[in-house]
């Protein structure tokens, strides 16, 4: 099997998943028609389609259960029951999670997708061998004995690839004059600077819409799980989808596609009730499901309402209870403590964990899905009228409205739309509870006191950061220095071995061309490892940081890449080394001479002085400060050259891992 083409399983993935959305668009089609054949021939062709491509890049077995797929759906012009509805329906579910976990997850998700086409409904077993299947056999013995096709013709049918390709190079092209804009602007008179930043605003906007999707485009995904899972659990049900040309980016669109498919199987199994249940209620036999979506600025609200049973909160209190979440009685708790339990990993009040319960994957996978794009999420419930979810999310991830706030030693970024307010934190009352934690006391209202500082085990001061942010929807206060004003900031696609770090949605560039990561501090509340940090540093009423400090080994990082750099720093000052940074050999040697470190990072094609070259230098007169390269160069003759040159250590990017960077760091200091 091809695993190790990255580009040609991107193209492959690609492929699968336009073709998966037009065989689910048709399929809806057919259920409702069953005489038009046309609806049908329209996923037989896209069943063939990919599995031609998964032979090409070498996954046979696969191929062969997608040619398992077609004939189980030509076999459905013989008729439809519940039986095939159903199978037909889990088919492309299947492959839909299948190639969303692929290749990491294969064997996993094939299992699963081989263990439904497998098993055969009743009119399959009375079914014949046609012709379909005559053609199809013979088709492949044709296949193999030719010359498996080029990659090309994967890419020839996936255009959008390529457009997402040349949306890619205008972002980067945007950032690049983003990056610039400081220094292009200082020499223009006001009245230029304003129009240029507007135009360079307005291709930035252009850019983004570019690469938004329709919300739209989940519907028919929506109703397939709506369809089957209400027919496994014997419940009839209709949803109603309206979502007001609303767009949102891919990545924002991923978490809320995760997250709207657990929603939706709860609604069914935990809140529809069976039909005579609903007849003697006074209900429709039929179950509603409403999702209603709009924007609102940058926002996009999505409400996901029921006419169910409503969430059963005793039910709820008695699985807390019986796994040690509360003490308290039942009488003596609220509602909005019992929806917390909800939250909890592993929370689940089905007796068994089954595809349609979640598969044990509960409510704490959809909060995170939300507060991981600096969403907020709600919940009301109400008895035999139903409940609604309601999410509030960006509908972008590529411009961010920010407060931009200073910490003792770092500018940060934080979302506009998370903040509630802004207080001085020496005009309310700090105490502690009886869980021993540290509680800043607003409005009557316990707190949870947090020093951004300690976010990414800076050592500070407490005096020095007296103001903070209240998280809107949490009882969370963030301490920090000082307020610095607002902007619109434009993440850009991160260059380089790091792609993702947790607690930052992305980096920008600020206007005086200086890098910035925008946070969502919410991401760290749940780590023990940072509550136990946070708290160990509240205990400490000094206030003093000079000694603290001592101790920690300094490394200089040299790379021309502003973002490496900065990314690099993140890592390592959150693994309590002290950093320095340098753009070029030139900048890392005179540093090196005057601050003495006690490591050396650095990145090999640097303008003015390339690494090699500073790494010369330094050898003439310090044979034993570790030096360890870290380029894109990894050929045998590149790694030889910078061992030869008297590097310590020499690391190539695309291999890159966050572990194996400070394991190597730790080899030598």
């Not at 199809?136 to 049918?157: G, V």
Request: net charge negative; aromatic share 8%; charged share 30%.
């Amino acid at each position: 099997m091809i695993n190790d083409n990255n580009k040609l399983l991107k193209l492959f993935i690609d492929e699968v998943e336009t073709h998966l959305a037009a065989a689910r668009a048709a399929l809806l089609d057919f259920l409702e028609t069953p005489e038009d054949e046309n609806n049908l021939q329209r996923i037989i062709r896209s069943f063939h389609t990919i599995k031609g491509s998964a032979g090409i890049i070498g996954y046979n077995e696969f191929s062969e259960y997608l040619h398992k797929a077609e004939s189980f759906f030509y076999s459905m012009k013989n008729g439809i029951n519940e039986s095939n509805k159903l199978k037909s329906i889990g088919i492309i579910e299947s492959l839909d999670e299948l190639i969303k976990h692929f290749p990491d997850d294969f064997e996993k998700y094939f299992e699963r997708l081989k263990k439904l086409l497998d098993e055969q409904t009743e009119i399959e077993e009375k079914q014949p061998t046609d012709e379909h299947h005559k053609n199809n056999t013979q088709e492949k013995i044709l296949y193999t004995a030719k010359t498996p096709p080029k990659s090309e013709k994967i890419i020839s049918r996936t255009a959008p690839s390529h457009t997402n390709g040349e949306i890619d190079r205008l972002k980067y092209a945007y950032n690049d004059l983003l990056s610039l804009g400081g220094q292009i602007t200082q020499h223009f008179d006001k009245q230029l600077q304003k129009e240029y930043t507007a135009k360079i605003a307005e291709i930035g906007d252009r850019i983004k819409n570019l690469s938004l999707i329709p919300f739209s485009s989940l519907s028919d995904k929506m109703k397939n799980i709506v369809i089957y899972t209400s027919s496994k659990c014997k419940k009839k049900v209709e949803i109603n989808i309206d979502c007001n040309d609303v767009k949102m980016d891919k990545h924002v669109l991923s978490k809320v596609e995760e997250t709207i498919v657990h929603l939706l199987r709860n609604a069914v199994y935990h809140g529809i009730e069976y039909p005579n249940e609903r007849t003697k209620k006074g209900k429709n036999e039929y179950g509603l499901i409403n999702i209603i979506c709009e924007q609102k600025g940058n926002r996009i609200i999505i409400d996901i309402e029921d006419d169910g049973k409503g969430i059963d909160l005793e039910k709820v209190y008695q699985k807390a209870r019986e796994n040690g979440l509360t003490d308290k009685e039942y009488n003596a708790i609220t509602q909005e403590e019992i929806i917390e339990f909800i939250y909890t990993t592993g929370f689940s009040t089905a007796d068994t964990a089954d595809e349609i319960s979640g598969r044990g994957i509960g409510m704490d996978i959809v909060k995170k899905n939300i507060t991981d794009i600096g969403g907020f999420f709600n919940i009301k419930t109400e008895k035999d009228k139903g409940t609604s979810f309601s999410l509030n999310i960006p509908s972008s991830l590529e411009t961010i409205h920010s407060l931009i706030i200073k910490t003792e030693y770092d500018e940060v970024a934080i979302p506009i739309d998370m903040v509630n307010r802004i207080i001085k934190i020496n005009q309310y009352e700090i105490t502690k509870d009886s869980s021993d934690s540290y509680k800043l006391i607003v409005n009557n209202t316990p707190h949870d006191i947090i020093y951004l500082s300690q976010i990414y085990r800076r050592i500070t001061n407490s005096k020095i950061e007296n103001m903070a942010i209240i998280i809107k929807g949490f009882d969370l206060a963030f301490g920090f220095q000082s307020y610095v004003g607002d902007r619109v900031l434009s993440t850009m696609p991160i260059k380089g071995p790091i792609t993702k770090i947790d607690g930052i949605l992305g980096i920008s560039i600020t206007e005086e061309g200086k890098p910035i990561a925008i946070i969502n501090p919410i991401s760290f509340i749940n780590s023990t490892d940072f509550k136990k940090r946070n708290k160990l540093y509240l205990q400490n009423t000094s206030g003093q940081n000079s000694a603290s400090a001592t101790g920690r080994k300094h490394i200089l990082v040299i790379d021309d890449n502003k973002v490496v750099r900065e990314m690099y720093k993140g890592i390592l000052e959150s693994n309590n080394y002290k950093v320095s940074l340098a753009k070029n050999g030139i900048e890392g040697l005179e540093i090196y001479k005057r601050q003495n470190p006690d490591m050396l990072i650095s990145d090999i094609e640097m303008p003015e002085m390339d690494g090699l070259e500073m790494l010369k230098h330094i050898r003439v007169k310090d044979e034993k400060i570790p030096v360890i390269l870290l380029s894109s160069k990894g050929e045998d003759k590149d790694i030889k050259n910078g061992m030869q040159a008297g590097a310590n250590a020499y690391l190539v990017k695309r291999y890159f891992t966050k572990d194996k960077f400070l394991e190597k760091i730790r080899e030598f200091i």
